[in-house]
């Protein structure tokens, strides 16, 4: 049981390294286009390292930011539905709404719910201790 708490504890770390990834892809594209762009997105890069490292007190920031991102994805999903305008994908926007972005915003809701299962596991916490 506890090889598979470790092995789900692995998988989240590694969705938080490749969201931190994606941050700064996103903020080298913002610069190309002549726009500085600070993406909240590149502290999962250390989330991610720390849970490789089976860390509780980055397993509590982990969560913390997860916790985050239940709370903050309903309202950018509200965004791009009654208003798309204001929101901004890699640095453009035309004024629509791209059911694309909002199939991968749901995609990685799911995605962040299972971190915040996982993350909030009593195993993984006996783990990290």
Known sequence: MKDSAKRSLQIAAKLFLLQGIFGIVAMIISLL???VDIRL?????FLGYGLLGCSESWRRKALAF???EI????IFA???????QLILFFGKNDGRLEP?????GIFWYII???QY????????????H
């Open 33 to 35: 286009n002549g726009k």
């Open 41 to 45: 997105d590149i502290v999962c890069l």
């Open 66 to 68: 997860t916790v985050f």
């Open 71 to 74: 709370i903050s994805f309903p």
């Open 78 to 84: 509200g965004l791009m539905l009654f208003a798309p």
């Open 100 to 104: 694309f972005l909002l199939l991968l």
């Open 112 to 114: 962040v719910l299972w």
């Open 117 to 128: 299962k996982i993350l909030s596991n009593p195993l993984i916490q006996e783990i990290c």
